[in-house]
C-alpha cells in the first residue's frame, strides 16, 4: 500500500500540532477551505489508524497554497494553535529528505545544521519559524543521496541536543510488502521499523515498557496532589497509554513517576507546556525518561531504587 500523497508541484502544505481529535473531515470542509478550493486532504495516522497530529493539503494551485500558510498557521483548532508551512517535498527529493522534531528553541540553526552536515552533503536545510522568527523545534534536511539521508537516520535519531531527544525519520518512504513500519513514523512520514524503542545515543538505559520517546519522567509533585489530577493535566497535551503514579508502601504518594503518550509528540508537548508549572504550590519538573527506577513496593517498575531527577 501506498503511503503519502505525491509532492503537488507547490500546491500543498504540511500541517502539524493539531489534537490528536480532530477529524480529517472536520479539516477538509471547515479549516482548510477558509483558504480556498480543497483538492485533496491526507490525516496522517499511526499503524494504528489513530491521528497523530499531522499531515498534507493539496490546494488547486500554488497561490492558494501560499494563502493557507499565510492565514491559516496558527490558528486555534480545537484548543491547539495549527502550524502550517508550505510542502518542502514537491522540489527535493523524499527519498534523501529526514524530517526531523524535538529541538529545543534555543538550539541555533548553525548548530544544529552542523549536526546533520557530519552525515552528508546538504543540499536543502530548513528549520522551521514562527512568524516572530523563533525556532519551531523542527524541519527538514535534504542531503544530496538518500544513502547519506538514512545514515542521518542511523546516528542523530535519539542524540541528545541540548538536553533533548532529537527525533530523525525519513521525510517520505512508502511502505514495502512485509516491511515492518515503526507506530512512530507518520504516513507520509516513515521511518525505518523499530525506531520508536531503539537504544539512545550515549550509553542511555531504556527502562519500562512501551517506547522511550514517547515517556516522561516527572517529578517534585505535591504529595497531597492526586493521581487523576496530575493525570488530567498530562492528558491535556497528548493520549495517555500508561500513567505510573509511585506510592510508598502505605499508598501515599512520592511525588514523581512516569507518563507514556501514544506519540512521541505529547511526550515532546508534556515537556515543552507541563515542566516547571506550579502545581498545587509546586513546580512540576518533566524530563525525557531515561531509566529512572521505581521505589521497592510503591507502584511502578519495581526494580528497587530510585534517583532524584
Known amino acids: 500500500a501506498q503511503r503519502g500523497k505525491a509532492p503537488a508541484n507547490g500546491t500543498s502544505v504540511f500541517f502539524s500540532n493539531v489534537p490528536y481529535g480532530t477529524t480529517a473531515g472536520y479539516l477538509t470542509s471547515k479549516i482548510f477551505p477558509q483558504a480556498g478550493r480543497v483538492k485533496e486532504l491526507e490525516l496522517y495516522t499511526n499503524a494504528r489508524g489513530t491521528s497523530i497530529g499531522a499531515g498534507i493539503a493539496i490546494f488547486d494551485s500554488a497561490e492558494t497554497a501560499q494563502y493557507a500558510v499565510d492565514t491559516l498557521h496558527d490558528m486555534e483548532v480545537d484548543g491547539r494553535p495549527m502550524l502550517v508551512k508550505l510542502d518542502e517535498r ?10 526531523f522534531n524535538g529541538v529545543p528553541y534555543a538550539t541555533t540553526e548553525g548548530y544544529l545544521r552542523s549536526k546533520f552536515e557530519a552525515c552528508g552533503t546538504i543540499t536543502d536545510f530548513d528549520l522551521w ?5 523563533s525556532s519551531h523545534g523542527m524541519g527538514t534536511c535534504e542531503y544530496s543521496t538518500a ?3 538514512e545514515h542521518a537516520m542511523e546516528t542523530l535519531h535519539g542524540l541528545m541536543v541540548d538536553g533533548r531527544r532529537l527525533m530523525v525519520q525519513n521525510d517520505k518512504r512508502p511502505e514495502r510488502e512485509g516491511e515492518e513500519i515503526s507506530e512512530t513514523a507518520p504516513r507520509g ?3 525505518r521499523g523499530g525506531k520508536g524503542d531503539r537504544q539512545p545515543k550515549g550509553g ?7 517506547y522511550a520517546d514517547r515517556r516522561v519522567f516527572w517529578s517534585n509533585a505535591n504529595w497531597e496532589t492526586t493521581e487523576g489530577y496530575l493525570r ?3 492528558e491535556k497535551v497528548g493520549t495517555v497509554v500508561d500513567f505510573d503514579f509511585w506510592r510508598r508502601p502505605d499508598g501515599s504518594s512520592l511525588g514523581k513517576g512516569t507518563c507514556e503518550f501514544d506519540h512521541y509528540m505529547g511526550a515532546w508537548r508534556a515537556l515543552e507546556s507541563l515542566h516547571g508549572v506550579e502545581i498545587d504550590g509546586f513546580s ?19 526494580r528497587g531504587g530510585w534517583g532524584k531527577y
Open 90 to 99: 514537491a522540489g527535493g527529493n523524499p527519498n534523501a529528505t529526514v524530517f
Open 129 to 133: 519559524r514562527r512568524p516572530d522568527g
Open 147 to 149: 544513502q547519506e539521508a
Open 189 to 191: 512520514r516513515k521511518g
Open 204 to 210: 542511555g538505559k531504556w527502562s519500562g515498557k512501551g
Open 232 to 234: 488530567s493535566r498530562f
Open 284 to 302: 512540576l519538573l518533566v524530563k525525557s525518561d531515561e531509566g529512572v527506577q521505581a521505589p521497592k513496593g510503591g507502584k511502578g517498575r519495581g
